[in-house]
């Protein structure tokens, strides 16, 4: 996609140079947790993560996962192997299933706008599921292993951006 030009690891983000579409790219999945169908939404700016907010999540392997709300913000998480990372949002799936999982770090946290389902606002990036406890079944891609939670932490568009140098997202 693009050469990392900016690392964080405070914040668990990096900043990519490369062409980009200002899209993301999402998916819908049956009963089993199957990936049936792809498209993607124009992102139309960056919105902060407030308590409250609903979200969803586009993840490499659990694919798009909806009915999550923002529980918390502004905290800092020990990320296993990896270290102390700041400016994190816990998110919950209010059905307790799968949010995200392993193999989804990176992918992005959007808010749906509600005047027009084809378009999102950037509100961060996966950074790590919480498993003690939150542990669920996994969507989309089901390798043997593979870890997935109903909560998590993500980092917020802002403070990520912030962390890299970056000014704003890319529009589509």
Same mark, same amino acid.
């Not at 999550?68 to 307790?96: M, P, S, W, Y």
């Not at 790590?128 to 969507?139: G, L, R, Y």
């Given at each position: ?35 049936? #169908?792809?498209? #993607? ?9 407030? %308590? ?17 709300? %923002? ?37 992005? %946290? ?48 802002? #403070? ?6 970056? #000014? ?5």
């Amino acid at each position: 996609m693009g050469i990392v030009g900016t690392r964080n690891a405070g914040t668990d983000t990096l900043l990519l140079s490369g062409a980009s579409g200002g899209r993301v790219f999402n998916n819908s999945t049956d009963a089993n947790g199957n990936v049936v #169908s792809e498209f #993607s939404n124009q992102v139309i700016g960056a919105s902060a993560s407030q %308590v409250g907010n609903w979200v969803c999540t586009s993840g490499a392997y659990s694919g798009t996962r909806c009915s999550i709300q %923002v529980k918390a913000r502004n905290l800092c998480i020990n990320v296993r192997d990896f270290g102390q990372v700041c400016g994190q949002v816990q998110a919950e799936n209010t059905l307790h299933t799968n949010a995200v999982g392993q193999g989804d770090s990176g992918g992005p %946290v959007e808010i749906v706008n509600a005047a027009n389902t084809l378009q999102v606002w950037a509100t961060g990036t996966n950074t790590a599921i919480d498993d003690t406890n939150t542990s669920t079944a996994c969507t989309g891609y089901r390798p043997t292993g593979r870890v997935c939670a109903w909560r998590f932490y993500y980092e917020d568009i802002f #403070s990520g951006m912030a962390g890299v140098g970056a #000014s704003g997202v890319v529009l589509g």
